[in-house]
T-cell receptor, first 111, second 114 residues
Framework: DAKTTQPNSMESNEEEPVHLPCNHSTISGTDYIHWYRQLPSQGPEYVIHGLTSNVNNRMASLAIAEDRKSSTLILHRATLRDAAVYYCILRAYNGGNQFYFGTGTSLTVIP | ETGVTQSPTHLIKTRGQQVTLRCSSQSGHNTVSWYQQALGQGPQFIFQYYREEENGRGNFPPRFSGLQFPNYSSELNVNALELDDSALYLC?????????????FGEGSRLTVL
């Protein structure tokens, strides 16, 4: 299982952008990069995913390095509701829905 | 659109007992996967069911077993419970055909083994 490395914790001020980094130096050419987040007392929630190009959706943006060995999840304006554990996960192209979560980054948003 | 629902939300068992956890998948989803999340850890993949058959399994012993029913709902069974089985058990549904990798999780069943 391809592994990812994330900082254990990060802090951000409310209404400021947040950049959550993820290293995945062993990524293979067909692995997708997924981000999920888990709010307290809830199951994980899909945030965004990509393969090679940067991606945007209503929740966040995903910036993928040219060599694909790292990526960054960008929350454009952090709110208190964004306080959660963020997981960066690699999924094999033919891996179905088998995700291998690490310990993620715990994001604290300061009012 | 009904989301993923799990039952029971909390339960307590003693070592050696057996437990069955249930999951109703989101409407239109034909794939269910189960995850175990110990306190302070990320979820760990147990197995996945598609068309009533197991089609992927993580590093869990055979005493963890499951079923998927024709309506795509699912059960997770754990026999001979051990103290380390205490965890939050999460069910996630998806549509394998879409292959987007977007899982929809329930809120989990918290199992405590004494």
């Amino acid at each position: 299982d391809a592994k990812t490395t994330q900082p254990n914790s990060m802090e951000s001020n409310e209404e400021e952008p947040v950049h959550l980094p993820c290293n995945h130096s062993t990524i293979s050419g067909t692995d997708y990069i997924h981000w999920y987040r888990q709010l307290p007392s809830q199951g994980p929630e899909y945030v965004i995913h990509g393969l090679t190009s940067n991606v945007n959706n209503r929740m966040a943006s995903l910036a993928i390095a040219e060599d694909r060995k790292s990526s960054t999840l960008i929350l454009h304006r952090a709110t208190l509701r964004d306080a959660a554990v963020y997981y960066c996960i690699l999924r094999a192209y033919n891996g179905g829905n088998q995700f291998y979560f690490g310990t993620g980054t715990s994001l604290t948003v300061i009012p | 659109e009904t989301g993923v629902t799990q039952s029971p939300t909390h339960l307590i068992k003693t070592r050696g007992q057996q437990v069955t956890l249930r999951c109703s998948s989101q409407s239109g989803h034909n794939t269910v996967s189960w995850y175990q999340q110990a306190l302070g850890q990320g979820p760990q993949f147990i197995f996945q069911y598609y068309r009533e058959e197991e089609n992927g399994r993580g590093n869990f012993p055979p005493r963890f077993s499951g079923l998927q029913f024709p309506n795509y709902s699912s059960e997770l069974n754990v026999n001979a419970l051990e103290l380390d089985d205490s965890a939050l058990y999460l069910c996630a549904s998806s549509s394998l055909a879409e292959n987007t990798g977007e899982l929809f999780f329930g809120e989990g069943s918290r199992l405590t083994v004494l």
